[in-house]
Structure formats: structure tokens, C-alpha cells
């Protein structure tokens, strides 16, 4: 991509995927190409609504950061699910898969597809690690990751596997509704690496809050934020003014805060569009996050 100003705003969006209608755990900053503090839309979100302002509501020239896996590990077992006769071939096919699965679920919910006892022993929930929840049976405390997950434990993030459903730092049900989300977006909004970069318009990348955290001078472990003091202290090693507020809160908002400003700054660099690691084999299968290099 050529290193000019392409976008025009810069969405982040710190994704849920807890059960029920509406979700604390949902927020959405934005940042203008033009400058400013970056803004957090108030609002009480569903996965629904996000859903509608990415199909139908939004600003022109969009790079939109979703902090979720937009697909599952692929290249380590050569599938995503090895062993299962109708094992998706790439990304979209897998969206579709989670889906059509999923189809009665409200909210955009994934949990019918993780109890589904062909799918259910590639995970690892909270009653029991299923049997495929490493290759071949093998055990991986950790369980399956991505090429691009491999490459964020490099840059000294703590990454955790999509298959994987327990505590709090889980990010599987959280990447298994988006990627349900994803599937109805298909036709309205590219993902990259999944779809090519277009030239012009809006498009959907994935991210990881901790990559922007660590760019702006924090360690992995000290990534969340808490307090409008700290994000500033981090707008600020990023460039970007300051949001004019005091006191605490949630880290929700202090990720896609962060990360909305943190986008605005880099995505304008070409490297972060060719990581070493993103072949094409890899882009339609697994994508990739966004400033994983």
C-alpha cells in the first residue's frame, strides 16, 4: 500500500463474546485522519449493532480494528478441524460453517457450535480439553495457535488460542461470534488479509489492544489501563492529544481508546501490510493482526 493518508478515520472496536443481548465488554473508539483526541462512541453495544453501523452506518474510508481472531489456526495441523469430513478450506468457509451451525442462536452467539459433539473435542472448555484440542491428539497446555499469534509472542505479547474457552483472558467465544459477524458483513466490508487491500473505501482488519499498548511504550503485562491519566500518558507517547477527562475507567474503553489512536498512527506504514510471515496460503486461511510483523 502506498504510504499516503488512504483513510479517513480509524475505528476500534473491543469485541465480547459473554452471552446475552448487550455487552459491557463492547466498545468503539474513533479517530479522525485529521487530528484530535480519539472519541469513544457511548453506548450500550450489542454484537447486532455493531453489525449495523459496519454494514450500513459507516464514515466514508474506514480502517476498522476488531480485537477478536478472525479465523482459527490452520497451518500447524493442515485444517482447522483435522479429521472432520467437512473441515472448511478457508476463512470465509469457516465463517459460513460457524453460522449455519449457530443459525437459531440470538445474539450472534457461538456456544450451540462449540457443543456440538463433532466440534466439541477440538476445544477446551471448562469442563473438559477435548481430544483434538492439539494436533493429533497431542497435549498443548496452550492449545493450537496461528502464524500470526507466533509472531505477537515475538514481540513479547501473551497470545491464547482460539480454541481455547476458559477464564478470563479466553478469546474463543469472543472470535467465534465475530467471525459469525464477518460472515454477515461478507459482500459489504473486506478483511484483510482474508480479502486483498481495495484502493479506495473502508475495510476490516484484526487487532490485538496489546500491540498498540506496547507501542505506546507499556509492557504486555501492565497493557490494560484503567484511568484517563494513564491513557493519556499513552496517547502521548503516540502522538495523539489527549481525551479531556479525569478519574477512572473501564479498560474496555481505554483499548479501543488507545488502539483507535494507535491505527491512526500506523497505518499509513507499508510494512504493516507485509509482514514476513503472511503468505497467501496463510492470508485465506488464518489472516493476520494487524501490526504483527
Known amino acids: 500500500m502506498n504510504a ?51 454494514r450500513d452506518d459507516l464514515p466514508p474510508n474506514t480502517l476498522v480494528g476488531l480485537d477478536l481472531g478472525i479465523a482459527l489456526p490452520h497451518a500447524d495441523c493442515g485444517g482447522y478441524f483435522p479429521g472432520l469430513s467437512e473441515t472448511p478450506e478457508d476463512a470465509p468457509a469457516l465463517w459460513h460453517l460457524i453460522d449455519r451451525v449457530a443459525a437459531d442462536e440470538p445474539n450472534l452467539g457461538a456456544n450451540s457450535f462449540v457443543a456440538h459433539p463433532d466440534l466439541r473435542p477440538y476445544f477446551r472448555d471448562g469442563s473438559e480439553t477435548g481430544t483434538h484440542f492439539g494436533c493429533d491428539g497431542a497435549s498443548h497446555g496452550r492449545g493450537r495457535f496461528r502464524v500470526t499469534e507466533q509472531a505477537q509472542a515475538a514481540m513479547g505479547c501473551k497470545p491464547y488460542s482460539n480454541f481455547n474457552l476458559v ?25 484483510w488479509p482474508i480479502d486483498p487491500l481495495p484502493h479506495k ?6 487487532i490485538y489492544t496489546s500491540l498498540a499498548a506496547l507501542e505506546a511504550g507499556r509492557s504486555a503485562a501492565k497493557a490494560k489501563m484503567r484511568s484517563y491519566e494513564a491513557l493519556n500518558e499513552a496517547l502521548a507517547a503516540l502522538g495523539s492529544p489527549p481525551v479531556e477527562r479525569t478519574g477512572a475507567v473501564d479498560d474496555h474503553a481505554t483499548d479501543a481508546l488507545l488502539t483507535a489512536a494507535w491505527l491512526r498512527k500506523v497505518a499509513h506504514d507499508p510494512e504493516r501490510w507485509s509482514p514476513e510471515g503472511l503468505t497467501p496460503d496463510i492470508a485465506r486461511t488464518e489472516g493476520w493482526t494487524f501490526g504483527a510483523l
Request: aromatic share 4%; hydrophobic share 45%; charged share 20%.
Open 201 to 206: 473505501g473502508s475495510v476490516v482488519v484484526e
Open 167 to 191: 477464564g478470563a483472558a479466553q478469546v474463543g467465544k469472543s472470535s467465534l461470534t465475530g467471525m459469525r459477524m464477518l460472515h454477515h458483513l461478507r459482500g459489504h466490508l473486506p478483511v
Open 4 to 54: 499516503d493518508r488512504r483513510f479517513r478515520h480509524f475505528l476500534a472496536i473491543d469485541w465480547s463474546g459473554a452471552k446475552g443481548q448487550r455487552q459491557k465488554g463492547i466498545a468503539l473508539a474513533i479517530a479522525d485522519a485529521a487530528g484530535g483526541p480519539p472519541v469513544l462512541v457511548e453506548h450500550r453495544w450489542s454484537r447486532e449493532d455493531v453489525l449495523a453501523v459496519l
